[in-house]
């Protein structure tokens, strides 16, 4: 990557790692990523909340015990937000 597209200050940079599954079906405008449905099938994975869209990120790394408030928001219907991993 060309170091003159990267902003800021390294010291201040943070990380966000998160698993999604591939779906090379999938249009262009969904990036690829399988979709999270309630009901598990070969073109998606299961386990959604029933009636509510569900983010396609299936894990996160994040700080101990954390994992389950910031992938949970969604159930409340609150945008899922994923905090930066910082030194």
């Known amino acids: 990557m060309p170091k003159d597209i990267l902003n800021g200050d390294v010291k201040n940079w943070g990380y966000i790692v998160a698993v999604m599954g591939d779906d090379p079906d999938a249009p262009p405008s969904d990036w690829r990523v ?5 009901l598990e099938s070969p073109s998606n994975f299961g386990g959604a909340k029933e ?3 569900c983010p396609g990120i299936i894990d996160v790394l994040s700080k101990p015990k954390e994992q389950g408030k910031i992938l949970g928001r969604y159930k409340r219907r609150q945008a899922v937000e994923i905090p930066a991993l910082r030194k």
């Open 34 to 38: 399988r979709k999270v449905e309630p």
């Open 51 to 53: 009636g509510i869209t």
